[in-house]
């Protein structure tokens, strides 16, 4: 069965730092697609950046990028230059080609330390 | 605005009685989900369309809950003889799925709270 593990529940990075989000996965499906979304306490799910199991560079968009480690199977965000506005919950999210299902991990809060 | 909306924004109602959410996703998206999500954790599946079809149902659905998406277009989730563990935010989203489709991501609402007493 599909599994996505997040295993930090909190994070606090500096502003104009980076920081790396944790996200592992479990599938026995080959093909299937990663995704990060950030929550804001407003609650809206924002997407943010997708990676594709056959995809054979490390997505990027803007200051987030992906880095896919497909043999350990690991998909943890990177968001560079951290601001204010990213204090958020992220959440690593999976969809398996076959069912278009998306399973969600259970996040992480990341505070920006101003 | 043309993203994903949903109503009521938010629900109080008591335990016992029954409760219907509605979600317009974005008009070209031929895919609708439901998730339900509570404090502190990611949202759970609870179902999907694809166009009128429900392709699938989570096990986290009993009996009392129900969807339908009857024009392929809007989509309404009832949730009978409400109980206060059904207390969360229920979150809609809707993606487009083809071949032309590059990654699919979906696009939330705003979500609908549910408080029930």
């Known amino acids: 069965a599909q599994k996505i593990t997040q295993t930090q529940p909190g994070m606090f990075v500096q502003e104009k730092e980076a920081v790396t989000l944790d996200c592992t996965y479990d599938?026995?499906?080959?093909?299937?697609?990663l995704f990060w979304y950030k929550q804001p306490s407003s609650g809206e799910m924002i997407f943010l950046i997708y990676?594709?199991?056959?995809?054979?560079q490390n997505a990027t968009e803007g200051r987030y990028s992906l880095n896919f480690q497909k043999a350990r199977k690991s998909a943890n965000l990177v968001i560079s230059a951290s601001q204010l506005g990213d204090s958020a919950m992220y959440f690593c999210?999976?969809?398996?080609?076959?069912?278009?299902?998306?399973?969600f991990g259970t996040g992480t809060r990341l505070k920006v330390l101003a | 605005d043309t993203g994903v909306s949903q109503d009521p924004r938010h629900k109080i109602t008591k335990r016992g009685q029954n409760v219907t959410f509605r979600c317009d996703p974005i008009?070209?998206?031929?895919?609708l989900y439901w998730y339900r999500q509570t404090l502190g954790q990611g949202p759970e599946f609870l179902t999907y369309?694809?166009?009128?079809?429900?392709?699938?149902k989570s096990r986290l659905l009993s009996d009392r809950f129900s969807a339908e998406r009857p024009k392929g277009s809007f989509s309404t989730l009832e949730i009978q003889r409400t109980e206060q563990g059904d207390s969360a935010m229920y979150l809609c989203?809707?993606?487009?799925?083809?071949?032309?489709?590059?990654?699919?991501?979906?696009?939330f609402g705003e979500g609908s709270r549910l408080t029930v007493l």
């Open positions: 008009s070209e998206h031929n895919r």
């Open positions: 369309f694809q166009n009128e079809a429900q392709l699938e």
């Open positions: 999210a999976m969809r398996e080609v076959g069912t278009y299902k998306y399973i």
């Open positions: 990676q594709g199991s056959y995809d054979q």
């Open positions: 989203a809707s993606s487009l799925a083809g071949r032309l489709t590059n990654t699919g991501e979906l696009f």
């Open positions: 599938t026995s499906d080959p093909s299937y697609g």
